[in-house]
């Protein structure tokens, strides 16, 4: 419970400390930190317009887009508080929930018919495809280290105290970082800022979204990011008390949308043909992890 | 003589232009251009004279700084061999020149009309039954874009055929904004209204257009212009060219999502087009060019401001460029994409910048110089990739040597002097203008009849040329790079569709 609750007040401030951060980077006052929030506000209080060529699949997706990402947020532990929802085998649960919220989105647009819009969710479902492993090994690598399967039990048995599960830590939070940079559509994957159809990615693929529509599917990606930024916390809160990790919790995912900022305003962004090499890196990354793992747990010379 | 030579801005009389048999006007022009570098087609066109089309093809040739004028009567009726069979650089001059007056070419290969949706001389071929380029295969897609676009810009249709995310063709459409400015100068009389037109033949290149229409008039009015003209109009273009290259700057670095060029950039044009504001109260430089005329004084307090405009937009630029050139990330955008082959650029007879960042000489401030250019002695900037890191890198050249430029005219400010007056344009003349703007080579070309008006005026932007490197340059590149590519060129709809 305390995990969603925190997930919503985070995902209130992200996207906004991020868009003020670039902002402040260019010289620039930047909207409020709530604009966002105002935005999808504005949006959900407009009706949807639909195209004639699209099915009812089109209007389907965003609901499922959104609902995909609260079941996967209700898993999400707080370090000993476990979320709503906590089983064994919950991380499988979690990946493979969002993935059928990705799912309807892709199909969502490839529905739509635009030419724009299905080289988007090409683009888009490679590099899903290519986070995936990433995202397992890692999980898998930390259920092997723990001995449990499910997120808040993983979490809170983690014991950070070698040097080397320290790197393994700061291994971990740059994989999901990363990971929730390729979900979250920032860069150096994709740009939320462009105006440009082919260079697109996410935004492309809602193009022909509006009103409440869209006002969902803008609200599940702040929620997403909030959900990546908990998953991080939770690697290093363990089982300190409370009063400790919400303050951490908020220092964290603060700390992680000024990087997010920082990155947006002082590089540019990949080329489309880089991405690819760039998320299999996260994998091999994860692979360090779980030869990490190995050597912890002596399985491995 | 088989054609007829003259400088950048000489007045003849259309008498004294050679008239061929098409035939021998056919070997001339396309002997005159095959395998020399140093020429090229800067303006073919026609003109109707009773049932006839008389055909006018200039060539430049950039050694010897000279412009060779012949030309060919034919009529409608006759089955005429296209140039573009023998060289591409003809291509749109006859596209046009058939869309205009329907003159049937034998073996054209590609009469795609330039501006309208229609072929104006039959009904039957229009843009719904249009065969644009495609291929039949299972594994390669159509991404057609525009012509409208999420961005503002102007209009256009671009068509990709695809392979997954690499362009193997690319057809560009335009045609969008077609506003009939070449018949528009022959029906307005007013002097002011016809330099009002010619400000607004295309929207950056304000002072290019109306620097080319201003010294047509007066070439054809036989005015010699005052140091203090050609002093505001060097100026203004040198001007021009840092506002649109900083500005273009910005842009490339908003598409490859670089926020921190696209902000700085975007700030240091700002107070080059502020001080255009001073200086003749239009941020574009609208109002400022007119024929025989110093409409806004350039005064000694104006040369302090440029002065201090100059001395704190130069650090901030070179910095920033220092900071782009050593980005890796924006350096792997730019580098090796969108290449145009010194072979490409050559046979499409592309000029300017575009030109020149293929390894071809050509620019009009050192091949044709007007006003101040003779005395700058300009010397050019060559890049040899053709790739959009040359692009960008040859802005970067050309708004420091433009600022040397500035620096050295300001510093020797003309005497302000009584203007003699504006005469009518002479009777039956043909006068040529070449300017460099900051896109490339603009032409106007103008013939007065017999009682001096004008009877017929021809506009060529160097957007007319480049969109088709454009074209060339995005193959085998990936479609997402295109945008990228499109504004390394930066060519204009308006200027191309007049």
Redesign the interface.
Known sequence: MLSLLLIFMAALFFTGIIVRT?SL????KGPGILQPIWDVFRLFRKGAVYSETTSFIFQLAPTVYFSSVLMAMLVVPFGRSHGILSFNGDFIFFAYVLALGKFFSIIAALDTGS??E??GA?RESLYSMFAEPAFFILMGSLALLSGHTSFQEIFSSLHIGSQISYAMAALATFVLLMISMIEGSR??ID?P???????MIHEVMILDNSGFDLGLILTAGYLKFAIYGALIVNLFIGVIPFQYAIPSFFAIQFLMAVAIGLI???????????NPQFIVVLTSVSLLIFFGVLLILQKFI | MQFLSIKNNQPVPVSSIPELKYPEFFTLNTGLVAEKPERHCVSYYGYPVQDQIILICCIADDSEQMIHISSCTVKLSDQLPSFTTKLFCFEKFEREIHENFGLKYTDHPWLKPVRYAFDRFDSTRNISNYPFYSIDSEELHEVGVGPIHAGVIEPGHFRFICNGEQILHLEIQLGYQHRGIEKLFLKKKELSQLSTLAENIAGDTVVGHTTAFAQIWESLCRYETSREIDFSRTVALELERIAIHTGDLSALCTDIAYQLGSSVFGRLRTPIVNFMQEWCGNRLSKGLIRPGQVRFPFTPALVDRLNQVLNSFEPDFLEMNKQLFMLPSALSRFERTGVVSFEDALSIGAVGMAARTSGVHRDIRSSHPHSLYPELRHAVNVKRHGDVYSRVQIRKNEVIQSIGYLRKLIADLPEASELSELSVPGENLFTLTLVEGWRGEICHTAITGPKGELIHYKIKDPSFHNWLALALSVRNNEISDFPVCNKSFNLSYAGHDL
């Open positions: 670039k980077a260019s010289g620039r030419s724009f299905g080289m090409s860069m150096p740009d800022k462009t105006h440009l159809e082919l260079t947006e305003s002082f590089m540019a962004r990949f080329r489309m043909s880089h």
